[in-house]
């Protein structure tokens, strides 16, 4: 399982770009430092949230090749549509 630690705060990830091969089981734990944050990656069906100080985690199989956009699916304030990140399948 590849693990990956993902900072989130307004309006960003860190990191905000996640490279991984294909066929890895990916957990992807989640942190929000100011205020409630979450991830949505459409592609692999991938929703999770965490409240201010919290962690939280999801995992997935990376079984499709390409990039793909996650961003934050919690409103967080003026910039949050702009909250976005990628996340590259090898």
């Known amino acids: 399982t590849k693990v990956i630690e993902i900072k989130a705060s307004q309006y960003l990830f860190e990191p905000a770009e996640i490279v991984v091969n294909k066929g890895d089981k990916v957990k992807l734990i989640l942190k929000s430092v100011d205020v409630p944050h979450g ?3 459409k592609d692999y069906n991938v929703k999770v949230f965490a409240d201010v100080g919290e962690e939280s985690a999801v995992e997935f199989i990376a079984d499709k ?3 793909f956009t996650f961003y934050c699916n919690v409103y967080c304030g003026g910039g949050h549509k702009e909250m976005q990140g990628k996340l590259i399948v090898k």
């Open 65 to 67: 090749s390409g990039t």
């Open 39 to 41: 991830i949505a990656i």
